[in-house]
């Protein structure tokens, strides 16, 4: 599964596309695993509203400032060291089960891709085993 | 797995119930996910020494403090912005390995509901395959 | 899985190892978990490069300090919160999937032990599950 985001950070709901790739598999009880492949990044699920999305982005910001870029040993080449730290707060991937063919979300439980060093392709793995 | 917590935050031991559902299903090798339905909770594992859970109260106040509630812009209708950041800081579940019909655990690790806006109906999910 | 850390704080690659781990059980798809068994350590997947993880030592210990040791409740007979609530933010396990008998991961992930509280016999769990 690719996409492209349109800002260096930015929050994706990716819940029907987890819903379509397990409706591909057939599998009726198991688990999905869904992570994201770029270490910049999250898969998280929270809350699909855009006020507490606006207080993800300040609240990692003040966590794990972007700027001043020298502040990062990790930054020589580079100037996204507060995205790997912002991605390990907010988590590498999500496992959710799978029963009688559907992901068993709780009733506000929205699957989001979080790109904290985006404007590149980017991609989210699948994984459903089970039966 | 339904529960009732009776303070807004609170940190429940569940080990022995997710024992007990891993040895209903009677499986005797796998994975057993176990996550929160609620987007303000976690399930998380780490030592049952109550000096602990109070230093986890303090420090996640200090990360994502609960008041005002006005510093965030999810709290419109709702006072609980901060219970879903302090969620992503000790994740939504945990993936625990399911060997000789025992969770595979270390020696001091248990398994914790973490509610951060209680004193409602919650439920845990517990999901386990293998064979 | 066992081995020693030299210093209190260390991060240890250990993807060969996983992947040792799952040629051995002669897996092709599937799941592979990767957890910590103790309380004060980590397993997470980030980028290989030392001035990032020189950055996550500093970045860890402004997010929760180890000294003065009396700061935290937990430390009566003990000395080491900050290593219960780093691990927290770094998370315990990772799950990756297993395509065609390999580590399905991304071009720049690598998968770590974290340990906040070292110089100790520490073990880490592989558990893969699949066919």
Redesign the interface.
């Known amino acids: 599964m690719f996409f492209e985001t349109r800002s260096r950070r930015e929050f994706v709901n990716i819940t029907r596309d987890v819903h379509a790739a397990l409706q591909a598999s057939g599998i009726q ?3 999905a ?1 869904v ?5 910049t990044a999250s898969v ?4 699909d ?4 999305h ?3 982005e300040v ?1 990692l910001e003040g ?2 400032p972007e700027k001043p870029h020298s502040r ?5 080449y580079e100037d996204n ?1 507060d995205a ?2 912002k ?11 799978v ?1 009688e063919g559907k992901l ?6 929205q699957i989001f891709y979080g790109e904290f060093d985006g404007k590149r392709r980017k ?1 989210v ?1 699948v ?1 459903i ?2 039966e």
């Open positions: 009880e198991g688990l695993l992570n994201a492949m770029h270490i998280f699920i929270n809350d509203e855009p006020g507490l606006s207080d993800f609240w966590l794990a990062y040993a990790h930054n020589g060291a790997h730290l991605r390990q707060v907010m988590g590498r991937e999500v496992v959710v089960a029963t068993d979300l709780g009733p506000w439980e991609r793995l994984k085993i089970g």
